[in-house]
């Protein structure tokens, strides 16, 4: 069994914060990443650490948060590490890669392309 609650939410800056490293209550200034919501921290002590809406709302993070969790955890371990490990890969019973860990200069997430998409992550490396 996982924990389904919001354990990611955007600060003011528009940064990805985890529910430990920000203020308690409406002092996290934070809002919802899918529907731009207000949310509020709530640390207490008798249950797991989670931003909730500030007011009760139909939200798709709300409907699906394990998978939203897991997709913002991994994409906030692939900027701190910049890093990424592949697998061999093989075509027709032919290897086409060896894999291997590649390491990043930089990476940036949620940039906004020629004001048409937003990919999840842009890595970049120099040869």
């Known amino acids: 069994m996982y924990d389904s609650k919001m354990l990611f939410a955007e600060n003011k800056f528009g940064e ?6 920000v ?4 002092r996290c ?9 207000e949310v509020y921290a709530k640390q207490g002590k008798k249950i797991s650490w989670h931003f909730q809406h500030s007011s ?9 948060p394990f998978e939203t ?5 991994s ?7 910049k890093q990424l490990l592949f697998p061999e890969v093989h075509f027709s019973n032919e290897k086409i890669y060896n ?21 999840d992550a842009i890595a970049l490396k120099e040869d």
């Open 16 to 21: 990805i914060v985890y529910i430990n490293d």
């Open 23 to 26: 203020k308690r209550g409406k």
């Open 29 to 37: 200034e934070c809002i919802c990443i899918s529907c731009k919501s």
């Open 56 to 64: 009760i709302k139909s939200c798709n993070y709300s409907s699906s």
């Open 69 to 73: 969790n897991l997709h913002l955890a």
């Open 75 to 81: 994409k906030d371990i692939f900027q701190k590490n």
């Open 99 to 119: 894999g291997g860990l590649i390491l990043f200069e930089q990476v940036q997430l949620e940039k906004k392309q020629n004001n048409r998409f937003t990919p």
